[in-house]
Protein backbone atom coordinates (compact mmCIF):
# COMPACT_ATOMS: atom_id res chain seq x y z
CA UNK A 1 0.00 0.00 0.00
CA UNK A 2 0.94 3.74 -0.31
CA UNK A 3 1.31 5.66 2.53
CA UNK A 4 2.51 9.37 3.77
CA UNK A 5 5.90 8.85 6.36
CA UNK A 6 8.39 11.01 7.79
CA UNK A 7 11.60 10.10 6.52
CA UNK A 8 15.46 11.08 7.92
CA UNK A 9 17.13 10.62 4.53
CA UNK A 10 20.60 11.41 6.32
CA UNK A 11 22.32 12.85 9.92
CA UNK A 12 21.98 16.17 10.63
CA UNK A 13 19.16 16.69 7.52
CA UNK A 14 15.46 17.78 7.89
CA UNK A 15 12.50 15.11 8.25
CA UNK A 16 10.91 14.88 4.91
CA UNK A 17 7.34 13.76 4.58
CA UNK A 18 6.79 12.11 1.36
CA UNK A 19 4.58 8.99 0.06
CA UNK A 20 5.85 5.61 0.38
CA UNK A 21 5.58 1.97 -0.50
CA UNK A 22 4.62 -0.35 3.19
CA UNK A 23 4.24 -4.32 2.67
CA UNK A 24 1.96 -6.25 4.01
CA UNK A 25 2.53 -7.16 7.14
CA UNK A 26 4.69 -11.15 7.46
CA UNK A 27 4.34 -13.76 10.09
CA UNK A 28 4.03 -12.40 13.92
CA UNK A 29 3.32 -8.74 12.45
CA UNK A 30 0.50 -6.56 12.20
CA UNK A 31 -0.78 -3.63 9.96
CA UNK A 32 -1.56 -0.16 12.12
CA UNK A 33 -3.21 3.09 11.21
CA UNK A 34 -2.11 5.33 13.55
CA UNK A 35 -3.65 7.92 15.51
CA UNK A 36 -1.07 9.76 16.97
CA UNK A 37 2.71 10.08 17.51
CA UNK A 38 5.02 11.46 20.25
CA UNK A 39 7.50 13.51 19.52
CA UNK A 40 10.13 12.52 21.33
CA UNK A 41 13.77 13.34 22.01
CA UNK A 42 14.87 10.01 21.25
CA UNK A 43 14.14 10.66 17.33
CA UNK A 44 16.32 13.74 18.02
CA UNK A 45 19.53 11.57 18.64
CA UNK A 46 18.73 10.26 14.96
CA UNK A 47 19.04 13.28 13.25
CA UNK A 48 22.41 14.85 15.86
CA UNK A 49 23.78 11.28 15.35
CA UNK A 50 23.91 10.61 19.33
CA UNK A 51 22.33 7.31 18.13
CA UNK A 52 23.56 5.83 15.05
CA UNK A 53 20.86 4.47 13.15
CA UNK A 54 21.32 3.12 9.03
CA UNK A 55 19.24 5.75 7.01
CA UNK A 56 17.70 6.19 5.53
CA UNK A 57 14.81 5.99 8.62
CA UNK A 58 10.94 6.32 9.28
CA UNK A 59 11.42 8.00 12.52
CA UNK A 60 8.78 7.45 15.46
CA UNK A 61 8.66 5.20 18.36
CA UNK A 62 5.77 6.76 20.17
CA UNK A 63 2.11 5.80 19.05
CA UNK A 64 -1.12 4.38 19.05
CA UNK A 65 -4.06 3.36 16.26
CA UNK A 66 -5.50 0.35 15.15
CA UNK A 67 -5.15 -2.71 13.98
CA UNK A 68 -6.16 -3.15 10.21
CA UNK A 69 -4.35 -6.49 9.14
CA UNK A 70 -2.40 -9.33 10.53
CA UNK A 71 0.17 -11.42 9.55
CA UNK A 72 0.04 -15.27 9.69
CA UNK A 73 0.15 -16.77 13.03
CA UNK A 74 -0.70 -13.43 15.01
CA UNK A 75 -3.71 -14.34 17.55
CA UNK A 76 -2.81 -11.64 20.31
CA UNK A 77 -4.63 -9.03 18.59
CA UNK A 78 -7.54 -8.82 15.53
CA UNK A 79 -8.03 -6.57 13.27
CA UNK A 80 -10.15 -3.48 14.75
CA UNK A 81 -8.39 -3.07 18.17
CA UNK A 82 -6.82 -0.17 19.66
CA UNK A 83 -3.01 -0.80 20.51
CA UNK A 84 -0.13 1.13 21.81
CA UNK A 85 2.76 0.50 20.47
CA UNK A 86 6.22 0.07 22.65
CA UNK A 87 9.63 1.20 21.73
CA UNK A 88 10.78 -2.01 22.66
CA UNK A 89 9.39 -5.46 21.77
CA UNK A 90 9.10 -8.49 24.54
CA UNK A 91 9.07 -11.41 23.18
CA UNK A 92 8.43 -13.38 26.62
CA UNK A 93 10.82 -17.00 26.12
CA UNK A 94 14.41 -15.33 26.25
CA UNK A 95 16.46 -15.31 29.22
CA UNK A 96 15.45 -11.53 30.03
CA UNK A 97 11.75 -11.90 29.98
CA UNK A 98 11.57 -14.95 31.66
CA UNK A 99 13.40 -13.57 34.32
CA UNK A 100 11.30 -10.49 34.05
CA UNK A 101 13.48 -7.77 32.68
CA UNK A 102 11.02 -7.28 29.38
CA UNK A 103 12.66 -3.54 28.88
CA UNK A 104 16.02 -5.82 28.16
CA UNK A 105 14.12 -8.29 25.73
CA UNK A 106 16.84 -9.77 23.32
CA UNK A 107 14.71 -8.58 20.31
CA UNK A 108 15.23 -5.66 21.38
CA UNK A 109 18.98 -5.36 20.85
CA UNK A 110 18.77 -4.11 16.86
CA UNK A 111 15.72 -2.48 17.30
CA UNK A 112 17.20 1.22 16.16
CA UNK A 113 19.51 -0.29 13.04
CA UNK A 114 16.37 -0.39 10.96
CA UNK A 115 15.20 -3.57 9.32
CA UNK A 116 12.55 -5.76 10.89
CA UNK A 117 13.58 -8.83 13.26
CA UNK A 118 13.53 -10.68 10.46
CA UNK A 119 16.70 -8.78 8.92
CA UNK A 120 14.32 -7.61 6.13
CA UNK A 121 12.70 -3.67 5.55
CA UNK A 122 8.45 -2.85 4.91
CA UNK A 123 9.18 0.58 3.78
CA UNK A 124 10.62 1.68 0.48
CA UNK A 125 10.42 4.86 -1.18
CA UNK A 126 13.12 6.49 -4.06
CA UNK A 127 14.15 2.91 -4.79
CA UNK A 128 15.86 2.04 -1.82
CA UNK A 129 14.75 0.00 1.51
CA UNK A 130 13.56 2.39 4.78
CA UNK A 131 14.07 1.64 8.25
CA UNK A 132 11.60 1.79 10.99
CA UNK A 133 13.23 3.32 14.11
CA UNK A 134 12.69 1.07 17.05
CA UNK A 135 10.76 -1.27 14.43
CA UNK A 136 7.72 0.84 14.71
CA UNK A 137 8.02 4.07 12.66
CA UNK A 138 5.31 5.82 13.91
CA UNK A 139 5.92 8.99 12.13
CA UNK A 140 3.48 7.26 8.89
CA UNK A 141 -0.09 7.04 8.61
CA UNK A 142 0.49 3.36 8.59
CA UNK A 143 3.43 1.11 9.54
CA UNK A 144 4.13 -2.86 9.69
CA UNK A 145 5.13 -3.55 13.46
CA UNK A 146 5.92 -6.70 15.51
CA UNK A 147 2.81 -8.36 17.25
CA UNK A 148 5.46 -8.52 20.06
CA UNK A 149 5.65 -4.55 20.03
CA UNK A 150 2.48 -3.82 20.48
CA UNK A 151 -0.64 -3.89 23.60
CA UNK A 152 -3.98 -4.09 23.15
CA UNK A 153 -6.16 -1.36 25.09
CA UNK A 154 -9.42 -0.53 26.23
CA UNK A 155 -12.24 -0.12 23.51
CA UNK A 156 -12.79 4.14 23.49
CA UNK A 157 -9.42 5.28 25.44
CA UNK A 158 -8.45 8.26 23.67
CA UNK A 159 -5.60 7.26 21.25
CA UNK A 160 -4.14 10.16 21.13
CA UNK A 161 -3.25 10.18 25.18
CA UNK A 162 -2.78 6.13 24.76
CA UNK A 163 0.27 7.09 22.25
CA UNK A 164 2.46 8.69 25.21
CA UNK A 165 2.31 6.03 27.06
CA UNK A 166 4.30 4.14 24.57
CA UNK A 167 7.21 5.55 25.44
CA UNK A 168 7.12 9.08 27.51
CA UNK A 169 5.02 8.22 30.78
CA UNK A 170 6.41 4.53 31.02
CA UNK A 171 9.63 5.99 30.78
CA UNK A 172 9.81 8.49 33.13
CA UNK A 173 6.83 6.80 35.67
CA UNK A 174 9.35 3.76 35.14
CA UNK A 175 12.46 5.25 36.06
CA UNK A 176 10.98 6.94 39.50
CA UNK A 177 8.88 3.78 40.83
CA UNK A 178 11.00 0.98 39.41
CA UNK A 179 14.65 1.39 38.28
CA UNK A 180 14.73 4.41 41.30
CA UNK A 181 12.77 2.62 44.23
CA UNK A 182 10.98 5.30 45.08
CA UNK A 183 8.68 4.45 48.38
CA UNK A 184 6.69 6.97 50.65
CA UNK A 185 8.15 9.28 52.36
CA UNK A 186 11.47 9.73 50.25
CA UNK A 187 12.89 12.58 48.33
CA UNK A 188 13.17 12.35 44.45
CA UNK A 189 14.87 15.01 42.26
CA UNK A 190 14.08 15.33 38.85
CA UNK A 191 17.14 16.77 36.41
CA UNK A 192 15.44 17.80 33.21
CA UNK A 193 11.61 18.23 32.79
CA UNK A 194 10.75 16.89 29.34
CA UNK A 195 8.84 14.33 28.19
CA UNK A 196 10.23 12.15 30.45
CA UNK A 197 11.39 13.54 33.07
CA UNK A 198 7.60 15.07 33.64
CA UNK A 199 6.45 11.44 33.77
CA UNK A 200 9.32 10.66 36.61
CA UNK A 201 8.03 13.55 38.50
CA UNK A 202 4.49 11.76 38.64
CA UNK A 203 6.10 8.88 39.29
CA UNK A 204 7.72 10.09 42.08
CA UNK A 205 4.41 11.51 43.40
CA UNK A 206 2.79 8.34 43.22
CA UNK A 207 5.41 6.51 44.63
CA UNK A 208 4.42 8.44 47.89
CA UNK A 209 7.59 10.88 48.07
CA UNK A 210 7.38 13.93 50.53
CA UNK A 211 9.68 15.68 48.47
CA UNK A 212 9.93 15.94 44.80
CA UNK A 213 12.62 18.69 43.42
CA UNK A 214 12.37 19.30 39.57
CA UNK A 215 15.41 20.87 38.38
CA UNK A 216 15.49 22.28 34.75
CA UNK A 217 16.64 25.75 33.53
CA UNK A 218 13.29 26.69 31.59
CA UNK A 219 10.48 28.92 34.02
CA UNK A 220 7.98 27.39 31.63
CA UNK A 221 8.85 23.94 32.45
CA UNK A 222 9.34 24.67 36.22
CA UNK A 223 6.02 25.48 36.49
CA UNK A 224 4.40 22.26 34.49
CA UNK A 225 6.72 20.14 37.09
CA UNK A 226 4.92 22.09 39.97
CA UNK A 227 1.67 21.06 38.32
CA UNK A 228 2.83 17.64 37.22
CA UNK A 229 3.71 16.63 41.27
CA UNK A 230 6.70 18.50 41.98
CA UNK A 231 6.63 20.11 45.77
CA UNK A 232 9.52 22.44 44.97
CA UNK A 233 11.53 23.29 41.65
CA UNK A 234 15.25 24.92 41.22
CA UNK A 235 17.05 26.36 37.59
CA UNK A 236 19.75 24.40 38.46
CA UNK A 237 21.67 21.19 40.17
CA UNK A 238 23.74 23.53 42.78
CA UNK A 239 20.00 25.44 43.12
CA UNK A 240 18.64 22.04 44.16
CA UNK A 241 21.16 21.09 46.85
CA UNK A 242 20.50 23.48 48.68
CA UNK A 243 16.91 23.25 49.01
CA UNK A 244 17.11 19.71 49.30
CA UNK A 245 20.04 19.91 51.82
CA UNK A 246 17.67 22.30 53.67
CA UNK A 247 14.31 20.31 53.57
CA UNK A 248 16.34 17.05 54.13
CA UNK A 249 18.35 18.50 57.38
CA UNK A 250 21.15 18.00 55.56
CA UNK A 251 20.54 13.78 54.48
CA UNK A 252 20.12 14.63 51.13
CA UNK A 253 18.07 12.68 48.45
CA UNK A 254 17.07 9.09 48.42
CA UNK A 255 17.11 9.45 44.72
CA UNK A 256 18.06 11.45 41.69
CA UNK A 257 16.87 10.62 38.06
CA UNK A 258 18.97 12.30 34.89
CA UNK A 259 16.07 12.95 32.36
CA UNK A 260 18.02 15.24 30.51
CA UNK A 261 18.18 16.00 26.55
CA UNK A 262 21.36 14.19 26.39
CA UNK A 263 23.31 12.75 29.27
CA UNK A 264 26.72 14.68 29.93
CA UNK A 265 29.30 12.96 31.90
CA UNK A 266 29.69 15.91 33.63
CA UNK A 267 26.10 15.85 35.02
CA UNK A 268 27.25 12.69 36.99
CA UNK A 269 29.32 14.09 39.74
CA UNK A 270 26.67 17.08 40.79
CA UNK A 271 23.69 14.13 40.63
CA UNK A 272 25.80 11.86 42.81
CA UNK A 273 26.12 14.89 45.27
CA UNK A 274 22.30 15.63 45.46
CA UNK A 275 21.56 12.13 46.81
CA UNK A 276 22.58 11.19 50.31
CA UNK A 277 23.84 7.20 52.00
CA UNK A 278 22.33 4.80 50.00
CA UNK A 279 21.35 7.23 47.18
CA UNK A 280 20.62 5.86 43.37
CA UNK A 281 21.10 8.25 40.55
CA UNK A 282 19.28 7.00 37.26
CA UNK A 283 20.21 7.42 34.49
CA UNK A 284 17.53 7.58 31.87
CA UNK A 285 18.75 10.12 29.08
CA UNK A 286 20.76 8.86 26.37
CA UNK A 287 24.91 9.71 26.35
CA UNK A 288 26.70 10.24 23.14
CA UNK A 289 28.10 7.30 21.95
CA UNK A 290 31.38 8.12 21.78
CA UNK A 291 30.95 9.83 25.05
CA UNK A 292 33.06 7.29 27.61
CA UNK A 293 34.81 9.71 30.42
CA UNK A 294 32.22 10.72 33.64
CA UNK A 295 33.36 12.66 36.52
CA UNK A 296 32.59 11.38 39.80
CA UNK A 297 33.79 10.54 43.71
CA UNK A 298 34.57 6.91 44.00
CA UNK A 299 35.43 7.72 47.62
CA UNK A 300 31.98 8.80 48.12
CA UNK A 301 30.47 5.85 45.68
CA UNK A 302 32.09 3.17 48.59
CA UNK A 303 32.01 5.24 51.75
CA UNK A 304 28.36 6.26 51.40
CA UNK A 305 27.41 3.20 49.54
CA UNK A 306 25.49 5.39 46.84
CA UNK A 307 24.70 3.65 43.29
CA UNK A 308 24.80 4.32 39.88
CA UNK A 309 21.91 3.01 37.73
CA UNK A 310 20.62 3.09 33.99
CA UNK A 311 17.12 2.79 32.86
CA UNK A 312 15.60 1.96 29.63
CA UNK A 313 11.81 2.02 29.49
CA UNK A 314 12.06 2.98 32.75
CA UNK A 315 12.53 -0.79 33.63
CA UNK A 316 9.47 -1.61 32.73
CA UNK A 317 7.04 -3.96 31.45
CA UNK A 318 5.00 -2.94 28.21
CA UNK A 319 2.27 -5.32 28.91
CA UNK A 320 1.85 -5.22 32.24
CA UNK A 321 2.79 -1.28 32.66
CA UNK A 322 0.60 0.03 29.79
CA UNK A 323 -2.63 -1.16 30.84
CA UNK A 324 -2.15 -0.41 34.40
CA UNK A 325 -1.22 3.44 33.57
CA UNK A 326 -4.19 3.79 31.37
CA UNK A 327 -6.49 2.70 34.27
CA UNK A 328 -4.52 5.15 36.65
CA UNK A 329 -5.65 7.65 34.14
CA UNK A 330 -9.00 6.92 34.01
CA UNK A 331 -9.06 7.54 37.98
CA UNK A 332 -7.62 10.69 38.24
CA UNK A 333 -4.21 9.41 39.61
CA UNK A 334 -2.17 10.14 36.36
CA UNK A 335 -2.06 13.39 34.15
CA UNK A 336 -2.05 12.89 30.52
CA UNK A 337 -3.56 15.85 28.72
CA UNK A 338 -1.69 18.19 30.84
CA UNK A 339 1.76 16.44 29.07
CA UNK A 340 0.71 17.63 25.36
CA UNK A 341 2.01 21.43 25.02
CA UNK A 342 1.14 21.70 21.08
CA UNK A 343 -0.49 19.31 18.54
CA UNK A 344 0.98 19.12 15.01
CA UNK A 345 -0.18 17.37 11.83
CA UNK A 346 2.64 15.23 10.39
CA UNK A 347 4.00 18.33 7.82
CA UNK A 348 4.19 20.18 10.69
CA UNK A 349 6.88 17.92 12.04
CA UNK A 350 10.03 19.69 11.63
CA UNK A 351 8.44 22.49 13.41
CA UNK A 352 7.45 20.35 16.40
CA UNK A 353 11.40 19.49 16.62
CA UNK A 354 12.20 23.18 16.44
CA UNK A 355 9.65 23.88 19.63
CA UNK A 356 11.10 20.81 21.42
CA UNK A 357 14.71 22.36 20.72
CA UNK A 358 13.55 25.57 22.25
CA UNK A 359 12.33 24.41 25.16
CA UNK A 360 8.81 25.58 24.34
CA UNK A 361 7.35 21.46 24.78
CA UNK A 362 6.79 18.92 27.44
CA UNK A 363 5.63 16.42 24.44
CA UNK A 364 4.66 17.54 21.28
CA UNK A 365 2.21 15.06 19.36
CA UNK A 366 1.35 14.46 15.92
CA UNK A 367 -2.19 13.96 15.66
CA UNK A 368 -3.45 12.05 12.12
Not at 163 to 190: K, M
Not at 192 to 207: D, F
Not at 339 to 356: A, K, P, R
Amino acid sequence: MRTQAAVLWEQGGKWEVEEVELDPPNAGEVLVELAASGLCHSDEHLVTGDLPVGFPMVGGHEGAGRVLETGPGVTDVAVGDPVVMTFLPSCGRCSYCVRGYTSLCDDGAGATLGPQLDGTYRFHARGEDVGQMCLLGTFARHTVVPVKSVVKIDEGFPLHLAALVGCGVTTGFGSAVRTADLRAGDTAVVIGVGGIGANAVQGAKVAGCRYVVAVDPVAFKREKALELGATHVAASMDEAWNTVSTLTRGQLADAAILTTGVAEGSYLQPALQLVGKKGRVVVTALGHPDEETASLSLLDLTLYEKQIRGALFGSSNGQHDVPRLLEMYNLGQLKLDELITHEYSLEEINQGYDDMREGRNIRGLIRY
